[in-house]
C-alpha cells in the first residue's frame, strides 16, 4: 500500500530553478533520496537525506540542489537551482523502510528537461 508520488517536473530554461516534491505514504522511512535517469545513462543518485537530517549529493549537482524532508508527513523535496541541459533525465523518489526487514520502494518519476 506504500506509495510514492513525484510532482514539480517540467520545462525550463538554462539556469532557472525547479522544485520537486515527493508525498509519501505509509509508516515512517529511514532514508529518502531523488536518482535521475537520462536516455541512454544508467541511474544515479542525485542526493541523499537520512532521518537525521545528514545529506549528501552528487558533485554534479553540490552547491545547486538541496534536498528536505518533513519526517512527520514522510515528504521530500528538492530544490534545484542553476539548472543546466545536463540535468535533463527522469527523477525518482526513493524510499527505505526499516521494520523487521529492510523496504525499499520507487515512484513512478517525472521528467526535467532544462533547455538552452
Known amino acids: 500500500q506504500v506509495q510514492l508520488v513525484e510532482s514539480g517536473g517540467g520545462l525550463v530554461q538554462a539556469g532557472g530553478s525547479l522544485r520537486l516534491s515527493c508525498a509519501a505514504s505509509?509508516?515512517?522511512?529511514?532514508?529518502m533520496a531523488w536518482y535521475r535517469q537520462a536516455p541512454g545513462s544508467q541511474r544515479e543518485l542525485v542526493a541523499v537525506i537520512r532521518s537525521g537530517g545528514a545529506t549528501n549529493y552528487a558533485d554534479s549537482v553540490k552547491g545547486r540542489f538541496t534536498i528536505s524532508r518533513d519526517n512527520a508527513k514522510n515528504t521530500v523535496a528538492l530544490q534545484m537551482n542553476s539548472l543546466k541541459p545536463e540535468d535533463t533525465a527522469v527523477y525518482y523518489c526513493?524510499?527505505?523502510?526499516?521494520?523487521?526487514?529492510?523496504?525499499?520502494?520507487w515512484g513512478q518519476g517525472t521528467q526535467v528537461t532544462v533547455s538552452s
Open positions: 526513493y524510499a527505505e523502510q526499516r521494520a523487521w526487514r529492510l523496504y525499499t520502494y
Open positions: 505509509g509508516s515512517h522511512f529511514d532514508t
